[in-house]
Structure formats: structure tokens, C-alpha cells
């Protein structure tokens, strides 16, 4: 490790109040000595590892790292400020600073080194002896481990009058054992300081641990004879754990990985309770969307949003294959392909109309399962495979009715929360092997069907009804005001949450689709393309506002936004929030007005600018989208001129700084 930091890459003066300045210091660090290529590509790849979660950690400890292609090989610096700096720790600022720099294809070696000094942070004796470190080589030194830390002094004995020699222990009763799995997006630092704190929370509550880190390096599968033996489950992680069905049927807690490093004897206790219990929630899939519920800590708003993510990511590859088929079928045969008879009964090889029908007929089938598959996987995401039956049953019931994609909703979330009531019932050990596939399935399905056919499913079908003929009325001034709206929701979070909700209640209306539902449609797809068409469009009319690799973005912008694909504004809404977004938003409101005042519609639920041939006024639905895009790139121009921007005044052709660093947000995907 002592080629990974070196005296010049420590600053035990670190003169920065922010996160953004201490990682523009330290990597200036490593820029100096060769080891990042490219200043500002590097930080806009740290900025965007922060923005997925915050690195600060308990201890006073912030360790902003990724993996970047600026990065020639793995280095690490290190910054002690003054006053600390606020890095989303849960007890305030840091005063100890990791810069880890990991190129993108750092091999396993340099990546195991790294884990080791994830392992050390949680070393109280370590972090003390950098507190008090006074030269930058010793300080280099003791964190690459040539150098160990002081140990604590021992407590001073104290004369005893002589004891008779202990009796004989009785044996010690069998520990409480448990398995872990810790795991972080990027696996160098969080993945390894989690696995170290419960194995030592463990050493301190008497319970036998064991812990599979999953890792950049690579993990370790553990022993399926340990797996076999424990008493309980806990996975501190922010991705999905591999292999997890390895571990079903046992009692099991799920959290993020933070809560691995600051409250590891909670979750011990937690699994603890669990057992005597006797649940057994741990999933039998891998990979599931309850892989994103989160933990414990986390508000039942934001549980409710990942759930019904979880339907809607699932949905979508079913959107956008039927979607465009039925689109292709309409094309090449007309409106009136709706009434060709089944293929399957009458086809002719050398009839367009032929081709055209079999086009539709597959996407109308893949169309039908959209409510099915959005309602099942709600439930996959809130209880995961258990909750797949009910599901499904569920969202075909809302088809049944009429309720459409209210009552998929509704049912996702009733099979979901049915399975959940029954997981917490306590049962024999006998029944456990066969509750996740027989009994739970059964039970969860009875009720959701008695609650669909007869409680709530009438009322909803009549509230989509309602919707729909609502929707089939608007115009003038009501339907401009939802296009504002559904275009402000579509460039809020340029992929998040709220531009899923609309185009998720747009292609909704694709399922039974009226003039109403057609022109929604449009006005949602011509509001996603705006933000990067216009950051794209901004780099070309004012390109010293922007850094070489915001530039060098915006050329990829042209293809995204004219494909429909909002989250090509991410980097540019990363680097700068507080400009770029309520950009965006301007402008998407704005086409999305235009769009529905000129009465645009769109029976594709994707395909950007290559599906124009199936908008219903095509002129006017480029106007709409060139004038968000002209009012976005002028909108954010002026912003970034306003503000002041160090980088305006760039050459062109040269690496663009900033004077001063904006706030950062979260950027959804």
C-alpha cells in the first residue's frame, strides 16, 4: 500500500469547508503526481458516487471514493481539515478525509488493500494516532501500514490478596450464531467497515459471526454447513446480494449498509428478537426488487415509492415491446388493423395487412399483461416471491373489472401487504419449509381476490372510468394545464420517482386508449426529451459555461434526448442542481402546454423522434419540442451567466474550473 499513498498525497491542514472543495483539493494532489488524468472528469465521477449515498460515517469520518477511468492506477489521499466538513454522517462533520481514487479496472490486489484500510477505520486506536499525527510522511506511512498505530495503555493491575484456584466451569452453553452479507455500490470502503464493526459488535454480545463481504475485489461464498447452522440472517447492503437464496427460510434483517457500521449491535439484538420470534423472512429469490426496500429507519412514503418503482421497472420492458409493436402494427396497416382477424386463423404471407396484424396482435398480448405484471411485482417488491401469486391474480382481477391501472395498483399493494401481515404469524418449525410456496400463496390469494371482486375493486373501476372520460373530454384550457403539469413532473427528477408517475399514468391510458389518453401520451414523451436536447444544445450555443466533460456530455445529449431518454441530463443536473433543473423544468413545461394545445397524439410509448410517423401532427409536435428545448438552453444559459461561473470565461478547447461549487442533490435514474 505504500505505492498507493505517499507523504505528497497528505494534507494534514486540509483548508476546505465543503465536501466538493476537500475532494477538489485532494485529487488536485493526485493530478500533480500523474495518477488522475483529467481534474474535472475525476470529481464529476465522485460527485455522482456521492449523490447515490453520502460517505460520511460515524467517528468523524468522510470517505468520498469511486472507480474513474481518469484514475491510472489505485491511489489514496488523505486530509485533516480543522472545523470538519459535513459529509451526511448521522454525528456531524469529519475531521479525517479519504480520497480514494480506484480506476476502472483496478484488479483484485489493489482492491483488497483498499478493504483492509476500510477495516482499520473502525480501529479506534488507528483513527486516534491520525488525529494526532504532526508529519505527512509518518502519516503516510502509518496509513499504509508500515507503521502501527500506538496501542491503548493497559489498566494498571492492582494487588490482590491470593484466591483459591477457580472451580471447574460448567460448559459454556451454545452461542447464538449468525451469517452477514455487506455489500455498497462501489465495494471498496463501506462493504468492508461494515463487515469489521458487526464482527466486532459480535465479539462484544457474545454471539458468533460470520461475514461475507461482497466486495469490488471479489467475496468469499461462505460455508454452507455455517449458512446451515445459524440462527439468523442480517444483509447490511445498498445493492442485491448475490446468491441470496442461500440463505432462506431463516430469520433475517435487511438495512442499508450505513446502518451496518453505526448501529451493528442493534441489528444483533434485531435478528436476535427475530428468531425467538420465529420468523423467517429472509427472501428465496435473488436479485428481487425488495432489494431496494431499504431498512428498518426508512418512512413508510419512502417505502411506498420503491414499491411502486418496483411495478413500474418491471412494467416498462412490457411497455415498450407491446407499445411499439401496436405502434408498427398501426403504421403499416392503418387504424383499422384493430379489426383483422386472428392470425392464428387467418394469415397470408404475401399481405402487408397480414404482417401488420400479426405486429398488433403480439403487442396487444404483451399490452395485456402490463396490469398483471405492474400489480405482481408491487407485491415482489414488498414481500418478494411469495408476494408474486397474490399479485398477478390480483392485477388480473383489476383487468377483469375494468379497473385498470388504479386497480393494478391497488391490488399490488393489498397482495403485498397480505403476505407481509402473514410472514409475521408465528408457526411450527414443521410448516416453514412450505409456507413461501403452498400456504402463503393460497391464503394471499383468497384474500386478495374476495378484496378485489367484492370490496374494492368496483369502486376503483368506477374511478378509472371516471378518469378516462375526464380524459377523453379535455381540451383548451384544462389540457394545457395537465400538460404543464405532466411536463414539470417528467423534468423534475430527469428519471426519478415523480417522471416515472407520469409516464407511468401516461402509458396507463395506452391500455384502453381514447383521444384523451393519446394526446397525454404525446405530451409526456415531447417533455422527456427537452432536458438533454437543451444541455446539449447549451454546450454548443455557450460551451465555456461548461467543462471539457460536460461538453463532451453533451454530445451523447443529442441521441438520448432524441430518444426518449430523459436521464441524459443527469451529469449536467449532478454538477450543477440548482440551475439546470428548474432549466429543464421550464422547458418541459412548456412543450408540454404546446403539446396538448396542438393537439398532438402518440400511440408509442417510446421511441423519441423515431417514432414520428405514429404522432398525430407531427409539424407541430417538433415545434413543441424545439420550443422547450430553445426556452431550456436559453433558461440555464443565462443562470450560469448570472452566477458567475469561473468556467465562463474558459478557452475554448481547455478544461473548464469552477469558482465555486453548487449544491449537490441525489440524481435519480
Not at 471447574?168 to 462493504?191: D, E, L, M, N, Q
Not at 463481504?213 to 461464498?221: D, I, K, L, Y
Request: glycine share 12%; hydrophobic share 50%; aromatic share 6%.
Amino acid at each position: 500500500m505504500s505505492d498507493m499513498i505517499t507523504a505528497d498525497l497528505v494534507d494534514l491542514d486540509l483548508a476546505a469547508q465543503t465536501k466538493e472543495a476537500a475532494a477538489r483539493s485532494l485529487a488536485e494532489r493526485m493530478v500533480a503526481l500523474g495518477r488522475v488524468t483529467d481534474l474535472d472528469g475525476f470529481l464529476a465521477d465522485v460527485a455522482a458516487r456521492e449523490a447515490q449515498m453520502p460517505t460520511g460515517l460515524d467517528g468523524g469520518i468522510g470517505i468520498p471514493h469511486c472507480r474513474s477511468e481518469h484514475v491510472t492506477e489505485p491511489t489514496l489521499a488523505f486530509g485533516r481539515p480543522a472545523d470538519g466538513i459535513d459529509f451526511g454522517a448521522p454525528d456531524g462533520p469529519a475531521d479525517l478525509v479519504f480520497l480514494i481514487a480506484a480506476p476502472a479496472g483496478a484488479d483484485d490486489a489493489h482492491l483488497t488493500i483498499l478493504s483492509a484500510l476500510a477495516r482499520r477505520l473502525m480501529d479506534p486506536d488507528f483513527t486516534a494516532a491520525l488525529r494526532a499525527a504532526t508529519d505527512p510522511a509518518a502519516t503516510a506511512s502509518l496509513i499504509s501500514g508500515d507503521t502501527a498505530p500506538p496501542a491503548a495503555p493497559e489498566p494498571a493491575a492492582t494487588a490482590t490478596a491470593e484466591e483459591p484456584p477457580p472451580a471447574a466451569a460448567p460448559a459454556a452453553p451454545v452461542p447464538f450464531r449468525v451469517v452477514a452479507v455487506t455489500s455498497c455500490p462501489t465495494g471498496i470502503a463501506h462493504t468492508y467497515m461494515a463487515a469489521e464493526a458487526l464482527e466486532q459488535a459480535g465479539q462484544a454480545a457474545g454471539v458468533e459471526i460470520v461475514v461475507e463481504p461482497q466486495g469490488s475485489a471479489g467475496f468469499t461464498r461462505l460455508d454452507p454447513a455455517v449458512i446451515a447452522a445459524a440462527d439468523g440472517v442480517i444483509f447490511a447492503r445498498d445493492v442485491p446480494v448475490r446468491e441470496k437464496e442461500r440463505f432462506a427460510g431463516k430469520p433475517t434483517v435487511d438495512v442499508g449498509v450505513k446502518a451496518g457500521i453505526n448501529r451493528p449491535a442493534e441489528l444483533l439484538a434485531e435478528v436476535r428478537d427475530k428468531a425467538a420470534r420465529g420468523e423467517t423472512t429472509a427472501p428465496a429469490g435473488t436479485g428481487s426488487p425488495v432489494d431496494e426496500a431499504g431498512g428498518p429507519g426508512e418512512g413508510y412514503g419512502t417505502k411506498l415509492r420503491k414499491w411502486l418503482m418496483s411495478g413500474v421497472s418491471y412494467m416498462v420492458p412490457f411497455v415498450a415491446a407491446g407499445g411499439l409493436l401496436i405502434a408498427l402494427g398501426f403504421a403499416i396497416g392503418g387504424y383499422t388493423i384493430d379489426k383483422a382477424p386472428s392470425v392464428a386463423e387467418h394469415f397470408v404471407w404475401t399481405d402487408s395487412t397480414s404482417w401488420a396484424a400479426l405486429l398488433f396482435q403480439v403487442g396487444g398480448l404483451a399490452f395485456s399483461f402490463l396490469v398483471p405484471v405492474l400489480a405482481g411485482y408491487i407485491a415482489y417488491g414488498m414481500a418478494d416471491r411469495p408476494g408474486l401469486v397474490p399479485g398477478f391474480v390480483g392485477g388480473s382481477i383489476a383487468l377483469t373489472i375494468n379497473a385498470g391501472f388504479l386497480g393494478g395498483l391497488a391490488a399490488g399493494l393489498i397482495a403485498g401487504g397480505t403476505v407481509m401481515a402473514i410472514q409475521r404469524v408465528r408457526v411450527p418449525a414443521a410448516l416453514r419449509g412450505i409456507m413461501p410456496v403452498v400456504v402463503i400463496p393460497l391464503i394471499s390469494s383468497a384474500v386478495v381476490g374476495f378484496l378485489m371482486f367484492l370490496v374494492v375493486g368496483k369502486p376503483i373501476a368506477e374511478l378509472q372510468k371516471a378518469l378516462t372520460d375526464w380524459l377523453s373530454g379535455l381540451s383548451g384550457a384544462n389540457a394545457v394545464i395537465l400538460g404543464v403539469v405532466l411536463g414539470l413532473m417528467m423534468c423534475f427528477d430527469l428519471g426519478g420517482p415523480l417522471n416515472k408517475v407520469a409516464y407511468a399514468f401516461a402509458v396507463g391510458g395506452l391500455a384502453n386508449p381514447n383521444d384523451g389518453s393519446l394526446k397525454v401520451m404525446a405530451a409526456v414523451m415531447a417533455a422527456g426529451m427537452v432536458p438533454p436536447l437543451a444541455m446539449a444544445l447549451a454546450t454548443v450555443v455557450r460551451g465555456g459555461l461548461f467543462n471539457r466533460t460536460e461538453r463532451e456530455n453533451g454530445k451523447a445529449a443529442w441521441v438520448l434526448g432524441s430518444s426518449f431518454i430523459t436521464e441524459g441530463a443527469i451529469p449536467f443536473a449532478a454538477a450543477d442542481p440548482l440551475r439546470v433543473i428548474p432549466s429543464a423544468m421550464a422547458g418541459g413545461a412548456v412543450t408540454g402546454a404546446l403539446s396538448m394545445l396542438f393537439e398532438c397524439t402518440l400511440r408509442a410509448p417510446h421511441g423519441g423522434i423515431f417514432v414520428l410517423p405514429l404522432i398525430g401532427n407531427p409539424v407541430l409536435y417538433l415545434i413543441a419540442i424545439l420550443a422547450g428545448t430553445a426556452v431550456s438552453a436559453a433558461l440555464v444559459i443565462l443562470l450560469k451567466g448570472m452566477g458567475g461561473r469561473g468556467d465562463g470565461k474558459a478557452v475554448e478547447g481547455t478544461p473548464a474550473t469552477e469558482s465555486g461549487t453548487a449544491p449537490k442533490v441525489p440524481a435519480t435514474v
